[in-house]
């Protein structure tokens, strides 16, 4: 994967996570929102087999690893992209 193509794939399932958990966020308190993001993020990365020490050519024994500390990443560059849609709506 072209290194572009890599940010390109790590922004756009953040995007997702905020989107999904967005829905949650209305429901449930923040520190519980904190889990389900993290849940939602990890979630995605097993289901489309994301790894980001994968993307940047890392080769791992256990790919679970690579899926769960990729999951947590995207799930805060979630919060990171959240904030800055609110300050430019601002």
Known sequence: ???L????T???MSVV???LTAI?????SSRASEIVTIVVGITLCFAYNVGIFTILGLETKYSFVDYVISGIIISQGS???SELFKLRQK
């Open 10 to 12: 790590l922004i756009f």
């Open 24 to 28: 949650f966020r209305h429901f449930i």
């Open 17 to 19: 996570v905020e989107a």
């Open 1 to 3: 994967m072209e290194p």
């Open 5 to 8: 193509e890599a940010l390109q």
């Open 79 to 81: 919060h990171a992209l």
